[in-house]
Antibody, heavy 121, light 113 residues
């Protein structure tokens, strides 16, 4: 299983960023994708979830209206777009797979390598 | 949202000695299906987090048996029976209940003396 994310981004305040997460090694539609971020020296923060089969999404309330998670099933790739960026959004953004495997639920089972997003004027 | 509280926030351990991290949730993590949706992750320096324990007490594939998870309801513990140098990093608990959002503890930094 691999989740390979796009490269580092530098953005100005007010801009948008779109991070990709290309997956392989598992059946894309049988899992879910989550996005988690980590500001430098800080803890982990869950941003949102997408059911890769249904396309349903759930976002953390404080990101509602600014975050959009999408997927391209033909490329087994998920995307996270965050708009109206501010300096506080500077962080490493991770995609992570979750889902039911047998009788067990695995939250955040496999992780991407992370994408540094820096927001600065 | 469910608040996760970890203690201690840092731990310095002599190799070969045990270590224990506590995680408390503001609501019970026991679901009506009988499962407890509590997870433990380790983030080694410069790496992405990795899953150690799922559903409170199940060790993930490849995780050494010196790691164990226990607890129920709102109180959980991660124990390392004999700390090794490769165990350094930040440990996070996370609740993965069906009702999103998922939330993490603040993290516990483990270092070797």
């Amino acid at each position: 299983v691999q989740l390979v994310q796009s490269g580092a981004e530098v953005k100005k305040p007010g801009a948008s960023v779109k991070v990709s997460c290309e997956t392989s090694g598992f059946t894309f539609l049988s899992s879910d994708i989550n996005w988690v971020r980590q500001a430098t020296g800080r803890g982990l923060e869950w941003l949102g979830w997408m059911g890769l089969n249904s396309g349903d999404t759930v976002y953390a309330e404080r990101f509602q209206g600014r975050i959009t998670i999408t997927r391209d099933t033909s490329k087994s790739t998920a995307y996270m777009e965050l708009s109206t960026l501010r300096s506080e959004d500077t962080a490493v953004y991770y995609c992570a797979r979750s889902g039911w495997f047998g009788q067990f639920f695995f939250a955040l089972l496999d992780w991407g390598q992370g994408t540094q997003v820096s927001v600065s004027s | 949202d469910i608040v996760m509280t970890q203690t201690p926030l840092s731990l310095s351990v002599t190799p070969g000695q045990p270590a224990s991290i506590s995680c408390k949730s503001s609501q019970s993590l026991l679901h009506g299906d009988g499962k407890t949706y509590l997870y433990w992750y380790l983030q080694k320096p410069g790496q992405s987090p990795q899953l150690l324990i799922y559903e409170a007490s199940n060790r993930f594939s490849g995780v050494p048996d010196r790691f164990s998870g226990s607890g129920s309801g709102t109180d959980f513990t991660l124990k390392i029976s004999r700390v090794e140098a490769e165990d350094v990093g930040v440990y996070y608990c996370m609740q993965g209940m069906h009702l999103l959002p998922w939330t993490f503890g603040q993290g516990t930094k483990v270092e070797i003396k």
